[in-house]
């Protein structure tokens, strides 16, 4: 069974595939969707977020195949910061107020028209630029209001390795996932 063929929301598989195989820049919400949407307070009062190592196996796998990732968030965390240095994520948007003009500026900067960009997101804040994205993802444990939006939903949860599934799809859609699977693939 291809990625795409699960569980999606308003768009038929063939046209979660199509969107999936034009999209040149994945951006990423943080809260719920690279994480499990938990905070973790430590003695001192410092905030700690946990981060899945297959999500960050995807989205190496996605720089391989050059298709950009960005993280846009409402929040602020060097927790974040330090994540996105060790994926090399070069486009860290942290205390975005407007997640849609957010990304609207990624894909001008980046010369891509709207379409060619994917939203993961997973809570209200993230409908607006889901809207504005060609391929609106939700995380199996969004809010209703999120799935419903999405054209497609992953199968597992937020910091559970949502965001691989994503990076798979879009990897397939393009056909370039298959040398991944196979048992000589690149560590």
Request: net charge negative; proline share 4%.
């Amino acid at each position: 069974m291809d990625a795409f063929e699960h569980a999606y929301c308003g768009a038929p598989p063939a046209t979660v595939a199509g969107r999936a195989a034009h999209i040149g820049v994945l951006a990423l919400d943080v809260d719920g969707v690279l994480t499990d949407g938990g905070v973790y307070i430590g003695d001192d009062g410092e905030p700690f977020k946990r981060f899945n190592i297959h999500d960050g196996k995807g989205i190496a796998m996605l720089r391989d195949a050059g298709i950009e990732v960005a993280i846009v968030t409402a929040r602020r965390s060097g927790a974040v910061e330090a994540r996105a240095r060790e994926l090399r994520i070069g486009h860290v948007h942290q205390g975005v107020r407007d997640k849609a003009a957010a990304l609207a500026d990624l894909a001008k900067g980046l010369g891509l028209a709207p379409q060619a960009c994917a939203f993961v997101g997973d809570d209200l804040v993230d409908l607006a630029p889901m809207r504005a994205a060609g391929l609106a993802v939700a995380v199996a444990n969004a809010h209703p209001a999120v799935c419903a939006r999405a054209h497609w939903v992953t199968r597992r949860g937020g910091g559970d390795g949502a965001v691989r599934e994503v990076c798979e799809l879009l990897l397939g859609a393009r056909g370039v996932l298959r040398p991944w699977l196979s048992d000589d693939a690149r560590a």
